[in-house]
């Protein structure tokens, strides 16, 4: 495992876990209790991961970009028994939560100062007073925006989350000699699960977050890159790059996409400039981790299709009656396996919409709210949202909680936000004695970048439907005719 500052074999991170399991105990923290970090990825961030898993605690990786508009809520919703954040933190918050509140240096510091502690015994009978996880325990809190302003945390016990990862190896297939290059955050589940993955494959990850782009290239070219998981933003950054670069390429045998479709074009110049790769396409939600994934082997099959359901799990393509479809017809996608967590943390309402039993089996469905097909062999179309949830830069977002931000903003009387579309940036309406760019200055200091609106407009007067609700489709005709 290497991050930038060095690296550490599989033996050295298990050590170091348990080191920090057992500082965990120590300070009175255990099974069932939440563990709030708001940390760049690193070698100990991983570390602490495991040493909260083996003691039942649950872990909660927060976005160090989160800013403090969002961190209160979560830490209320939470309820932290301890909460560790850098030594540098611009905004500690302490005043946000009556939970301890721990800086990286101090603990890493006592965590490393600690003697070895030896291993479990093989049959992982505990020992020495830890209180051990069991498989249906919540092991990470995976905050995400919902249709709340608020972000929601999925629960994600150890049951779902090892089939999960088990599932997904199965058909991605990674190696030992695999170098797995991964540039996003612990605290969002497609970087989280990065390292479950190479754990699996017992293949060395570069927890590469902390680079600069202006040296992607190059840090995979000397950490030997193979496996690169991707977004499209990322992607086009790599292609671009890769066509200008005169050095022998990265020796990159897979990309794996996800966060929206990847383009044509994107696709292409991947495939022209590092050849052999495949390029892999899968669908999912935090819900449930991954929903379908394309095979690796078959990665210039289907076009337009999103993959194949993971080993051991079903896709239901059903009515608004809840009557499956047939191939080729459209209806919500629903997700049904070992795979699908429990519910919403705290949030028995939202639950009980998301996640609904099976009306004949009472097996646990997961309706995603998303609209596809499935074909005649079993490969799914993914065809779009039926709420206000989109993805922009790789990030999973609504225009709520863009919406309650703006709100935030003083002078700031009304607000609607309109998704990205191909003919427009995500764009915000006012209605404030402001200017557009201190509104978008404004929330820069809320909201995390990549869900700063690219456009802004200052309205005198919101046009309404009939139930005095924002007319969007009014909004994004104003879009379609004004000057982008």
């Not at 950054?237 to 966060?259: H, Q, W, Y």
């Not at 997961?366 to 779009?384: I, R």
Request: aromatic share 6%; charged share 25%; proline share 8%.
């Amino acid at each position: 495992m290497t991050d930038s500052r060095g690296s550490w074999t599989y033996r050295e991170l298990a050590g170091f876990s348990r080191r920090f399991s057992a500082w965990l105990r120590d300070r009175g923290i255990g099974r069932g209790d939440r563990l709030v970090v708001q940390l760049p990825s690193t070698r100990e961030l991983v570390a602490m991961f495991y040493g909260a898993s083996r003691s039942g605690v649950v872990f909660v990786p927060l976005n160090p970009a989160m800013k403090r508009f969002h961190l209160e809520s979560v830490l209320s919703n939470a309820e932290p028994a301890l909460v560790v954040v850098p030594g540098a933190a611009t905004e500690s918050p302490a005043g946000l939560t009556t939970a301890e509140v721990l800086d990286m240096e101090t603990v890493w510091a006592e965590t490393s100062a600690a003697g070895d502690v030896p291993a479990e015994p093989a049959d992982g009978a505990s020992g020495g007073g830890i209180s051990k996880a069991r498989p249906d325990d919540v092991a990470v809190l995976v905050y995400t925006s919902g249709s709340t302003a608020a972000p929601k945390a999925v629960m994600c016990p150890h049951a779902q989350v090892t089939f999960a990862s088990r599932a997904i190896q199965r058909v991605l297939g990674y190696r030992p000699d695999d170098v797995v290059f991964c540039r996003f955050p612990l605290s969002w589940d497609y970087g989280l699960y990065k390292v479950l993955l190479a754990a699996l494959g017992r293949s060395e990850i570069v927890l590469a977050g902390e680079e600069s782009d202006l040296v992607l290239l190059r840090r995979m070219r000397e950490t030997g890159a193979t496996v690169v998981p991707i977004v499209p933003s990322l992607a086009g950054m790599i292609a671009t790059l890769a066509s200008r670069d005169t050095e022998p390429a990265p020796p990159v045998r897979m990309f794996t996409n996800t966060g929206a479709a990847l383009p044509d074009a994107t696709i292409a110049a991947l495939r022209e400039n590092f050849p052999g790769v495949r390029v892999v396409r899968q669908f999912g939600q935090t819900e449930c981790k991954r929903i379908s994934i394309m095979p690796p082997e078959a990665d210039r099959e289907k076009p337009g299709s999103v993959g194949r359901p993971l080993p051991g799990t079903r896709v239901l393509i059903l009515d608004a009656e809840g009557r499956e479809l047939p191939p080729g017809e459209t209806g919500e996608i629903v997700a049904v396996g070992p795979h699908v967590m429990p519910g919403y943390w705290c949030a028995p309402e939202l639950t009980a919409r998301t996640f609904r039993p099976d009306p004949a089996t009472g097996e646990l469905r997961l309706h995603t709210g998303d609209y596809g097909s499935l074909d005649d062999d079993g490969y799914l179309y993914f065809e779009g949202r039926r709420d206000d949830m989109f993805k922009r830069k790789g990030i999973r977002m609504s225009v709520l909680e863009i919406e309650g931000a703006a709100m935030a903003v003083p002078g700031v009387r009304a607000a609607a936000a309109v998704p990205p579309s191909e003919a427009h940036d995500l764009a915000l309406f006012v209605e404030a004695d402001l200017e557009p760019q201190v509104v978008l200055r404004e929330l820069a200091k809320l909201l995390e970048p990549q869900k700063v609106p690219g456009v802004c407009r200052v309205l005198k007067g919101f046009p309404l439907t009939l139930h005095g609700k924002n007319a969007r489709q009014v909004l994004t005709q104003m879009l379609a005719g004004s000057d982008q």
